[in-house]
């Protein structure tokens, strides 16, 4: 089979396989490896195979919660709860008793971080409370998804019992978003400084993004240490200003997050991809995120009652792959 390979392609995955951080050039050539070919599922067997030993088979599930519900003004073009967007017109901060409901029932299915997200002008203050009694609540490590931060706010975080935060560059940063690139890597950078664990995705991709736009955040990922850095795609809502773009399939998805194991090579301790579908588990991905309470992607103000899938489901396709989500999380264990 291997010899049926393009030209370069089988070195590259030698080299992936032998934990050699790739080159660009390296990536890019990956890139161009299309579907259905012996190329792309030798990609896929090498990210995979990567992923199981190093990961030693967990299958991995992070609960998101999406604490509130707002128009936001930030108005990046993917996003579902943005003003332009019209969608959400009432402003909903999910009650505490709420919030701790679901992280309860994320911990008994056996959630194995909270992902705690908020939009755009959201008061810090108010998600170190939520982190305070969560930690008073469950013992479930607790990872924010917020605004860019400085130094002191990242040290609030820890000091609340946050132990990581997931944030992103997005693809498009500073197009289809209001944001500055450099800003938010600077917010990577402030993660590292406090002891901050730093968890990244790739996203949110869509067909029209370039190989080169898409290998650099895979690029970005490994080079800043994130403990995991898999691939989302973008979820077009109805009346999205992306809509003309289309969306990826989950299949070409795979494919990608296939590229992006081989890239971070032995940095991560997981896998994402996003939203939860098989066909990843067996192309390198071992991470999977169920949700409730907002999610940009969704037109429901609970997503956990629209486009989320819970822990429970979550864990029963990672088992139908043979990942096996009982064993502890590597991600904050290391
Ligand atoms: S992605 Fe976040 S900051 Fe951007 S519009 Fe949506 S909620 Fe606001």
Redesign the pocket.
């Known amino acids: 089979m291997r010899q049926d390979l393009e030209p370069g392609v089988a070195d590259i995955l030698k080299k992936a396989s032998d934990m050699v951080p790739l080159e660009r050039e390296d990536a890019l050539t990956l890139m161009r490896v299309p579907l259905h070919t012996a190329g792309c599922y030798a990609l896929m067997e090498t990210a995979n195979r990567m992923s199981r030993s190093e990961f030693g088979n967990k299958g991995e599930n992070h609960f998101h919660i999406g604490l509130n519900v ?1 128009a ?5 073009l ?5 003003r332009t967007a019209g969608i959400f017109k009432e402003k909903i901060d999910f009650s505490m008793e709420q919030i701790i409901r679901w992280a309860k029932a994320a911990e008994q299915q056996g959630a194995d971080a909270l992902n705690l997200m ?4 959201y008061p810090f203050k108010r998600l170190l409370e939520v982190g305070r009694q969560l930690g008073e609540e469950t013992r479930v490590p607790l990872v924010a998804n917020t ?1 860019d931060i400085s130094h002191r706010e990242g040290e609030a975080l820890i000091d609340a019992g946050f132990v990581g935060a997931y944030h992103a560059v ?1 693809l498009g940063e500073g197009r289809d ?1 209001p ?1 500055n690139r450099n800003k938010r890597i600077e917010t990577i950078q402030v993660f590292r400084d406090v002891g901050l664990l730093w968890m990244n995705c790739v996203e949110p991709v869509g067909p029209e993004h370039s190989d080169d736009e898409i290998v650099d955040l895979m690029l970005l990922a490994r080079d800043y240490g994130a403990t995991y850095s898999g691939i989302m795609r973008r979820i077009n809502f109805p009346g999205s200003p992306m809509e003309r773009f289309g969306m990826i399939s989950e299949l070409e998805m795979a494919r990608l997050v296939a590229i992006s194991r081989l890239v971070m090579g032995d940095v991560p301790q997981a896998h994402c991809t996003h939203e939860p579908h098989s066909a990843s588990l067996m192309a390198g991905a071992n991470l999977f995120f169920s949700e409730v309470g ?1 999610s ?1 992607r969704d037109q429901q103000a609970d997503t956990g009652k629209g486009r989320g899938t819970d822990v429970t489901h979550c864990r029963q396709m990672q088992l139908e792959m043979a990942w096996d989500p009982s064993l502890p999380s590597n991600c904050f264990e290391n």
Request: aromatic residues 10%; neutral net charge.
């Open positions: 707002e936001c003004p930030m108005d990046c993917f996003c579902s709860l943005t908020t939009t755009g002008t605004r997005r978003t944001f907002s940009p």
